[in-house]
């Protein structure tokens, strides 16, 4: 422990951030990958996330780093075909078969790399200790001496996890502590969209997305993801409302589809994809008290297309619009967003960052934005898109159809 210094003495000499030139990447790292950091990224297997990482290795060693990719999964001769069908040709990237962390520090030593990647964590281990790869102790041991490794060399260390049914990177939280960073791919399978999200960063703002589409030649980025989420939307069909949502700082357009069908089962079902199901039954008490619309013996089924998810309250009145319109088979009009929370009283409050969401639905070509009045009042500049703003759920209907 050094002396205790004045803040103003202290000289800080910021390393440029390595860019991989994947844009999609490095935005959902905050600009690039910072020297020296310990970089988590999670997801369900075969997501994508093997894929991802060797396409930013094959960037960087073209831009000429050094990297090294060490697998405890997949042979050398398996990594090369994949490289292949992603055309990554260099040599600058060096894959390493191994799961022994001890071995891999000492083939360090010889080729010293400028990026390491360890793919994947709950494969390696550490022979200091008897318990078995994957275990809490082994994930702790591996981990904590890679990042103790990262931060002596300054070398940015990638490392892969899977994560479990539940959402926790599988094993321990304590690796998500230990990490700068922690980036989840996700997605589903049904779908070639992938979402890279930072959920955590020491280096940037959290949040931040990337959004890339599984092709047969790898990960290809999606510069405007509104139009593509928006590209299989339905003309004129009831049931559909386009909300403008917030990812990071990233405005993203995203059809919300409802179905509302009188149900033939004593207890109706309620079926949430990609929104949360409690938020649903919310809305649907609310429906029924502050508008007297009441739902009760139909099943009521919402989906975000393009298998995107939306946690954010500011969906609430796209739902309820999805719903209503549904519900009495009347098409939204297709030239409207809608965005603002829903209160218990049926009030509609403001949300963040109203601009952001009404320039994008602006850029797209939407004329007409549903807000809250709250939020219409630091918007009144914007101009070429007439706003709406309400105050009540009760308002609703007179403005959506
Ligand atoms: P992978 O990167 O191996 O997933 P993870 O490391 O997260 O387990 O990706 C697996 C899936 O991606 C696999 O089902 C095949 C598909 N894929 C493509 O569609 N195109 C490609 O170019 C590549 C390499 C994989
Ligand atoms: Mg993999």
């Known amino acids: 422990m050094g002396m205790p210094l004045p803040i103003d003495s202290i000289s800080v000499d910021p390393e440029p951030r390595l860019i991989t030139g994947i844009v999609e990447f490095d935005r959902a790292l905050g600009g690039g990958i910072v020297p020296g950091s310990l970089i988590l990224l999670g997801g369900d297997p075969g997501i994508g996330k093997s894929t991802l990482i060797l396409q930013a290795a094959g960037r960087l060693s073209g831009k000429g780093f050094k990297s090294l990719y060490l697998s405890g999964e997949e042979s050398p001769q398996q990594i090369k075909l994949r490289a292949e069908r992603l055309s990554i040709h260099s040599g600058n990237l060096f894959i390493l078969s191994g799961a022994c962390i001890e071995d891999l520090f000492d083939k360090m030593k010889e080729l010293k790399p400028d990026i390491l990647i360890v793919d994947s ?23 904590s001496k890679l990042l103790r490794w990262a931060k002596e060399t300054n070398v940015p260390t990638f ?14 939280k304590v690796l998500e502590h230990l990490v ?10 049904n779908h070639q969209y992938r979402i890279i999200r930072a959920v955590k ?19 290809i980025e999606v510069g405007n993801p509104s139009r593509i989420f928006l ?7 009831a049931g559909s409302v386009v909300i403008p949502c917030l990812e990071g700082t990233r405005p993203i357009l995203v059809e919300i589809q409802a179905l509302v069908t009188p149900s033939p089962l004593g207890t109706p079902r309620r079926t949430a994809i990609g929104v949360d199901h409690n938020r649903v039954s919310l809305l649907t008490a609310v429906l029924a008290k502050r508008m007297g619309i009441g739902l009760g013996d139909q099943d009521i089924f919402v989906n975000v297309a393009g298998g995107l998810k939306v946690d954010e309250p500011a969906a609430d009145l796209g739902i309820v619009s999805a719903m209503i319109s549904s519900h009495l088979d009347k098409p939204v009009a297709s030239d409207i967003v809608i965005f603002g929370e829903i209160g218990l009283a049926g009030e509609i409050r403001g949300v963040s960052q109203p601009e952001l969401r009404i320039n994008e639905a602006k850029k797209l070509g939407f004329k ?3 807000l809250s009045k709250s939020n219409m009042d630091i918007c009144r500049a914007i101009s070429n898109i007439e706003l709406v703003g309400l105050d009540s759920v009760r308002d609703l209907m007179q403005v959506i159809f």
């Open 121 to 143: 964590i709950q494969t390696t281990y550490a022979s200091s200790l008897p318990s078995a790869p994957g275990s809490v102790g082994q994930l702790r041991e591996v981990s």
């Open 159 to 172: 490392l892969i996890g899977h994560v479990t049914k539940d959402g926790a990177i599988a094993g321990p």
């Open 180 to 189: 700068d960073t922690v980036l989840y791919f996700e997605g589903d399978n």
């Open 201 to 219: 960063n020491r280096f940037g703002a959290s949040n931040e997305i990337g959004v890339f589409e599984m092709k047969e030649a790898g990960l």
């Open 231 to 237: 590209e299989e939307r339905p003309e004129r069909i």
């Open 368 to 370: 007409r934005c549903l």
